[in-house]
Structures are given as structure tokens and as C-alpha cells.
Nanobody
Framework: QVQLVESGGGLVQPGGSLRLSCAPS????????MGWYRQAPGKQRELVAT???????TYADSVNGRFAISRDNAKSPVYLETNSLKPEDTAVYYC?????????????????WGQGTQVTVSS
């Protein structure tokens, strides 16, 4: 079974930094696009950053210039480096991955979500 294991969240002061990681595992044939989303209490989940299999990255305007998404290759963990954190960055951050898996003699392409990691920015 494909899983996305997240880590790196925590409590940080405004202006601080956190490095989030998302480690895919399971019967993975290929990882296509990956991304990070976040959801604050009472708000809709929003896209933070994406990275394609070819390494192209995009960022939400709210984090552009402060966050950086990266990965070593198509099967390695994906990271989100968060810098100059603000209280409004407080949310549960979710890893998302478009993955083609192979199991039981069949290929299957699905979108998977991590369990979420809490980021709290507060003095």
C-alpha cells in the first residue's frame, strides 16, 4: 500500500524556519507531480507549492520567496523549506502526490495524501 509519511512540523516563533519532509513508500512505479497543501481551522485547504517529475516548481503568492519545495529524484522524499514564517502560516500541512503504482499485476494512478503535520507560528 502506498503511503506518504510526513514529518518536520512543530511550534516556531515568527521569523523562524521549519523543514518539512514527505517520504513516499509502497508499491510505487513512478511518482508524477507532488505538492504541499495547508489547511487552517475553518478555512479551505489551499495549495502551497508543487513540483513536477521534471523539477518544475510553483508557489502560492502568499509563500513565494519564503518557501522552497525540492526533491532529489522522482522517488525520493519531497521537502518544503519554510522561512520567515508568519502567524498566518499556521496550519496543518499536507503532502500530496500523483503516483502510479503496480500491484497484483495492474497499474493504478491515484492521488495520495499524507496524514498532515501541524505548523504553529506564535510568540
Amino acid at each position: 500500500q502506498v503511503q506518504l509519511v510526513e514529518s518536520g512540523g512543530g511550534l516556531v516563533q515568527p521569523g523562524g524556519s521549519l523543514r518539512l519532509s514527505c517520504a513516499p513508500s509502497g508499491s510505487i512505479f513512478v511518482i508524477n507531480d507532488m505538492g504541499w497543501y495547508r489547511q487552517a481551522p475553518g478555512k479551505q485547504r489551499e495549495l502551497v507549492a508543487t513540483i513536477t517529475r521534471g523539477g518544475r516548481v510553483t508557489y502560492a503568492d502568499s509563500v513565494n520567496g519564503r518557501f522552497a519545495i525540492s526533491r532529489d529524484n522522482a522517488k525520493s522524499p519531497v521537502y518544503l523549506e519554510t522561512n520567515s514564517l508568519k502567524p498566518e502560516d499556521t496550519a496543518v500541512y499536507y503532502c500530496n502526490a500523483d503516483i502510479t503504482s503496480y500491484s497484483g499485476g495492474y497499474y493504478s494512478r491515484k492521488t495520495y495524501w499524507g496524514q498532515g503535520t501541524q505548523v504553529t507560528v506564535s510568540s
